[in-house]
């Protein structure tokens, strides 16, 4: 495959962001995902398309942060490209947060926030894309560096897509150390060493995917007890050798990226992946979404469906396969046209026996209102039949459910508040017209339970009421 030798300068630009909520300088040691260093892991969640100061799309990113009851929409930070110490410039069409990552790149025990801006017009380049990093202290989120794009003549939309990791061997110049992958509309994925030093080189690797299409989505493969990450990446059509690009773009492909051969494993066609521990036998397995799956009847075309490959992490070749659909036995509904079930997938020990559990989002069921099924793991695969779905109907959670809500367009399952069950944190882009909303679903012995479920609207957490900023677009942790 293609390699490039990318040269890479980073600019400090450093001064006061006061956050709403800061931690006292003998805070614990960090947790994964604990930007404040408070022992809590924290929320962060985007609105790509806010208004910020009459611009309409500039985007915003909110961090909530975790608590003993948790995330609090009271404990916040709220960052655009307005604030102190976030380099740029909030500007129309920026779609600041369109990608979010949550990582502690420098290793001082509070995470950091990676943001792709890939609408943001760079050096008169319209839409080519930034992608900044706000870094955690003990005194907040204060300083902010930009990742430059070394090839902003090759692609436009840089920072579409992010992910974090050691990716020996798709990075030679860069082996051994974090770096951030960042993908763009074109076919390559560019690999920034994640200290943002000078260097005198890092790399890009290309992918037989349909250029005009770009890169879907990246997802970083964590393997156990390793200090060498895999790298999934999603893209549409494939190079068919020499005529040409299979497709019009309207077909996901994924892939495995491996040192031994950059696409080492085709994986199932899909938009998003996860990857946990279902079966809890150490080896981590890789789950592929596709809202999009052709390979049911005509009529539900587009129902979607989602590929499960046990222990895959490592080479991709799976110990078994299992596929889950709304037509599976013990999964409610059935499969429809434009359900785009697995648009959204998520991982995380909800029940605390030691295995980990799948969620699937389905924002276009029932009219697009949404809904999200949370499948349990079990010591050989996700036990689809005892599958519980999740709407705002359900009883319990707050709201009801309207069109065009899109509950579950984004995902995240994480212990906020320490008490050993991860929680199911939904993001609904859609509610209230499109200037979305968050809920929160707490985990427990019999896994996802509506008990002290909440909601956060626009307003709760600072950015107003008016306009489709579509907060919940982008969900994450650490």
Same mark, same amino acid.
């Given at each position: 495959m293609r390699k490039r030798t990318l040269l890479m300068s980073a600019t400090l630009l450093a001064s006061g962001l006061t956050p709403l909520v800061a931690a006292s300088a003998g805070a614990a040691a960090g947790a994964p995902g604990d930007l404040n260093r408070d022992g809590y892991r924290d929320v962060v969640v985007s609105a790509p398309d806010a208004k910020v100061a009459g611009h309409a799309k500039a985007g915003a990113v909110v961090v909530m942060y975790g608590t003993s009851h948790g995330i609090d929409p009271s404990k916040r930070t709220l960052l655009t490209q307005n604030s102190t110490g976030v380099p740029g410039t909030a500007e129309a069409g920026d779609r600041f947060g369109a990608a979010v990552v949550v990582?502690? /790149?420098?290793?001082?025990?509070? %995470?950091?926030? #990676? #943001? @792709?801006?890939? @609408?943001?017009?760079?050096?008169?380049?319209?839409? @080519?894309? %930034?992608?900044?990093? #706000?870094? =955690?202290?003990?005194?907040? /989120?204060?300083?902010?560096k930009t990742v430059d794009d070394p090839w902003?003549?090759?692609?436009?939309?840089? @920072?579409?897509? /992010?992910?974090? =990791?050691?990716?020996?061997? /798709?990075?030679?110049?860069?082996?051994?150390?974090? %770096?951030?992958?960042?993908?763009?509309?074109?076919?390559? #994925?560019?690999?920034m060493p994640a200290d943002l030093s000078a260097q005198s080189g890092t790399s890009g690797n290309g992918f037989a995917f349909n250029p005009a299409y770009g890169i879907v989505a990246l997802t970083a493969v964590d393997l156990p007890d390793t200090d060498d990450d895999r790298l999934i990446v999603h893209g549409r059509g494939d190079w068919d050798g020499g005529w040409g690009?299979? =497709?019009? =773009?309207?077909?996901?492909r994924t892939h495995l990226a491996d040192p031994a051969g950059f696409q080492d494993a085709t994986l199932p066609a899909g938009t998003v992946s996860a990857v946990g521990d279902l079966n809890g036998n150490g080896a981590p397995d890789l789950v592929i979404g596709n809202p999009e799956d052709p390979s049911q009847s005509p009529d539900t075309s587009l129902g979607g469906r989602v590929t499960v490959y046990y222990d895959a992490g490592y080479s991709g070749s799976p110990s078994r396969i299992q596929t889950i659909t709304q037509d599976t036995p013990g999964v409610a509904g059935s499969g429809e046209a434009e359900d785009r079930f697995g648009a959204s997938v998520a991982i995380g020990d909800t029940d605390k026996d030691g295995r980990a559990d799948l969620v699937i989002g389905a924002p276009g069921e029932n009219g697009g209102s949404g809904a999200v099924t949370v499948v349990r793991g079990t010591s050989t695969e996700l036990d689809t039949a005892h599958a519980r779905t999740w709407t705002q109907n359900s009883s319990g959670v707050p709201g009801s459910s309207e069109t065009g809500d899109a509950f579950g367009a984004a995902l995240r399952v994480l212990d906020t508040n320490k008490d050993g069950y991860a929680d199911l944190v939904v993001g609904a882009p859609g509610e209230n017209g499109g200037a979305g909303a968050l809920w929160s679903l707490r985990g427990s012995a019999a896994s996802v339970t509506a008990a002290a479920a909440t909601s956060v609207s626009t307003g709760g957490v600072g950015l107003g009421s008016a306009g489709a900023g579509h907060f919940g677009s982008v969900v994450t942790s650490r």
């Open positions: 990582y502690d /790149l420098n290793r001082d025990g509070y %995470s950091d926030l #990676v #943001v @792709g801006a890939p @609408g943001e017009d760079v050096a008169g380049d319209d839409g @080519g894309g %930034s992608v900044t990093v #706000v870094y =955690g202290t003990a005194s907040g /989120l204060t300083k902010g902003p003549n090759s692609h436009d939309a840089y @920072g579409r897509t /992010l992910a974090v =990791g050691v990716y020996n061997g /798709l990075n030679p110049v860069n082996d051994g150390k974090l %770096s951030i992958a960042v993908g763009a509309n074109d076919a390559e #994925v560019t690999f690009y299979d =497709g019009t =773009g309207d077909d996901p």
